[in-house]
């Protein structure tokens, strides 16, 4: 399945509500704006956003009387391409060892990414290990083992309640002897309300960056696709103790609106490099800004 | 932080500019809904449940009952509390069990809402009660999810039923619950796998596990962070498995939970828990009343106090309230109460249910860390009881000796004099809007 095919599944009821208002014959463009503004609302882009597209969209297109629905369609799906400048490919290989850090909130799926991502990049000739650094939460890293040996990857654990820093120390120092080129940290979710959890994130950062100058190359954080607003505050909070270098997606199969990956983008400069599809091991996709646009808006 | 904080310091500007007018007009209330729009669809309040929600508010705010008002601001105010009170559940509605055979409960929701900790949760708070809970771990699919079971149920020291390699998990539920009745246990938790509610086979399987183990209580799991989906998910999972109440999980985010009003308005079923963090005890019951009130910005004082009466025990914190209520508040009290607050649960979640603590600046309440309290304990313990009893007379003299005598630095003798009286001054405020809460019910 190619990416396009799966945001064509994934946004199929975003699509279709917006579908619906091109397909409505609202006469009036005010009116036909209105209704537009409330399916990216649905879409949980925020409002600002969704302000923001139609602002750009009204721009464009202004001067015209009564511009066709083909050339709004058009209109939007390039103001949302504009919000989402930028690489969305993986940094990785500037160095022997790169490091990928994952951070989140409780459950939007850190360890099956990294699960994928392991066997991604395995699949690509990478010899990938894995830090479990979620020591916190029960069979975590018996969970990431499973995904190790689905990924034929290497795995690093400690016992439940060890420091997690420890771990990425440990993992580090086994790629390096054995010549791996590519560690995944899976870290414990965390709200990013809780001060001290955070405080915990940036002493793991600390000793990456200290035992592999330079590192980690990404710092990507995992984003429940159904998640609102609040999204844009775990980004924020997040970038903050770590510095974001992108955002993975997950669970944009079903009705996932995803809205928010537009918001994020363009609010705080964090591009989405990854997308989560499903549960299956090859269920991860680079993102493609214009496949996505195309996706959420294609009428026919 | 705290749940609904976003939105109330939007829903108190908005309030804001309605009070010290004399009269509303019909304007006004327009304009009070336009902003309210705004909160609600902000705060990821499904855009089809914020029309609905404001034609009632609206209904009733215009028209003669506003303006025969004395005070329209509060009249407003009122209304929509009440009616997100009505759309939240008018009271809190209690777990429902078999009175003569074993109570079946079952967990259903999305994959990463939470259920396998709710479970866990759940099953200790029952224990508590006097019950005798079984956890089944009915989640076949995810890597690990039955060893996570297994430790959160050792953790809590509930037995966790699994069934034999192969087995389907309607097999494992019926035999799960075949099981509790040999063994004399009185509830079974199923604790199954995450579903997409567009799944249709994943939907099915759930509900026939419900035909197969009739369960008296099918709670879903949703993540309070949820967004305009959250219709959908809880209708779906209403109308193809059928629920009879919500667990709202990570609460003690700063979400502004909009989700809890969307799922309530689309299926009509209570909320009956919220989860408020991972410790296995942070399962709290849901009040409408109290959520409402936080929504408008009036805090959360009932939960803080019945909190305060669990670690103090119940005179104690009638003494503590009238102390505050008097403004009586000394450092010996303070320290006094430094060991409650610590049984009472993290600082953090502590503070966020004092009325107006969501009003201090973020990089305030960041500051606020528990090993603050020992250094704390310690300058206080080396004052003497005159300067506990009344801390202006504490002068330079007296904050070097204190700051020697405690370990610490002069900065920090001064920096906590000054939270004193910051905390005297919230504590005065608390007091204030109490009275506007006795005013409003």
């Known amino acids: ?300 | 932080m705290m749940a609904f904080e976003l939105l109330s310091k939007r829903l108190g500007d908005v309030f804001k500019r309605l009070r010290g007018k004399g009269k509303l007009s019909e304007s006004d209330v327009q304009d009070a809904l336009r902003q309210l729009r705004i909160v609600l669809l902000e705060a990821d309040v499904n855009y089809k449940i914020v029309k609905d929600f404001l034609e009632r508010v609206k209904d009733r705010a215009v028209g003669a009952e506003v303006l025969e008002s004395l005070t329209p601001g509060l009249t407003v105010t009122k209304i929509v509390r009440e009616e997100l009170i009505k759309v939240l559940g008018e009271a809190q509605k209690p777990l429902q069990f078999n009175a003569n055979d074993v109570t079946v409960f079952m967990l259903v929701g999305l994959q990463g809402s939470g259920k396998t900790t709710t479970a866990a949760k759940l099953a200790r708070l029952l224990k508590k009660r006097g019950k005798n809970p079984l956890l089944v771990a009915c989640d076949v699919y995810r890597p690990a999810a039955v060893e996570q079971l297994k430790a959160m149920g050792a953790k809590c020291e509930v037995d966790v039923y699994c069934g034999d390699q192969g087995l389907t998990p309607e097999e494992i539920a019926l035999s799960a619950v075949r099981h509790a009745v040999s063994k004399a246990m009185d509830v079974v938790i199923l604790d199954t796998a995450g579903r997409l509610h567009v799944d249709e086979e994943m939907m099915e399987e759930a509900a026939r596990i419900k035909a197969l183990t009739k369960p008296t209580e099918v709670l879903l799991v949703a993540d309070a962070m949820t967004g305009q989906e959250a219709v959908n998910v809880a209708s779906s999972f209403d109308s193809k498995v059928g629920i009879t109440g919500v667990i709202l999980t990570k609460m003690d985010s700063d979400a502004r939970g909009g989700a809890a009003l969307s799922m309530a308005a689309a299926t009509g079923k209570p909320i009956k828990f919220v989860g408020m963090g991972e410790k296995v005890e942070a399962l709290e019951p849901f009040y409408p009343d109290r959520m409402a009130s936080r929504i408008l910005g009036m805090g959360d004082a009932l939960t803080f106090i019945e909190k305060a009466e669990a670690a103090f025990g119940k005179n104690e914190a009638i003494e503590l309230e009238r102390k505050m209520a008097r403004q009586q508040f000394t450092l010996e009290d303070f320290l006094e109460q430094m060991k409650g607050i610590k049984k009472m649960g993290p600082l953090n979640e502590v503070l966020s249910m004092i009325p107006g603590f969501n009003k201090l600046p973020a990089s305030v309440r960041g500051q606020i860390d528990e090993s603050e309290l020992k250094r704390v304990e310690a300058i206080i313990l080396s004052m003497t009881r005159e300067e506990r009893a009344n801390p202006s007379i504490i002068n330079a003299s007296r904050r070097r000796r204190i700051a020697a005598g405690s370990g610490t630095s002069i900065q920090d003798v001064n920096r906590l004099l000054k939270q004193f009286e910051q905390a005297r001054a919230m504590i005065k405020q608390v007091y204030s809007k109490g009275k506007l809460t006795k005013l409003l019910s």
């Open chain 1, 1 to 300: 399945m190619s990416l396009l095919d799966a945001f064509y599944r994934g946004l199929a009821r975003t699509r279709q509500s917006i579908a619906r208002v091109f397909q409505s014959g609202a006469a009036m463009p005010e009116e036909l704006y209105d209704q537009l503004f409330e399916a990216l609302l649905a879409a949980d882009t925020g409002l600002g956003t969704a302000e923001a597209l139609l602002d750009g969209v009204k721009r464009e297109l202004g001067r015209k009387t009564s511009p066709g629905i083909e050339e709004i369609r058009a209109s939007i799906e390039k103001q949302i391409i504009m919000m989402m400048q930028g690489q969305t490919d993986l940094n990785i290989g500037r160095g022997p060892i790169s490091v990928i850090l994952f951070v989140g909130v409780n459950g939007t799926g850190k360890t099956t990414t990294v699960g994928k991502l392991a066997a991604k990049l395995g699949r690509e000739g990478h010899r990938v290990m894995l830090a479990a650094a979620d020591t916190f939460r029960a069979a975590a890293a018996e969970q990431l083992e499973i995904w190790a040996r689905r990924a034929r990857a290497d795995v690093v654990t400690h016992r439940v309640g060890s420091d997690p820093a420890a771990v990425v120390f440990d993992a580090i120092s086994a790629a390096k002897a054995r010549a791996q080129d590519i560690v995944l940290v899976d870290t414990a979710g965390r709200v990013q309300t809780r001060f001290n959890l955070m405080e915990e994130l940036k002493k793991i950062h600390k000793v990456i960056s200290r035992e592999l100058p330079g590192e980690p190359s990404e710092s990507l954080i995992v984003l429940d696709a159904t998640t609102g607003q609040n999204a844009l505050e775990q980004a924020r909070q997040f970038k903050q103790a770590v510095g974001l270098t992108g955002a993975a997606i997950t669970k944009m199969d079903g009705t996932a609106k995803g809205g928010i990956a537009i918001a994020i983008w363009r609010e705080l400069g964090v591009p989405v490099k990854l997308i989560g599809m499903g549960e299956h091991l090859d269920d991860l996709y680079q993102f493609d800004p214009s496949a996505f646009a195309k996706a959420l808006l294609d009428t026919a």
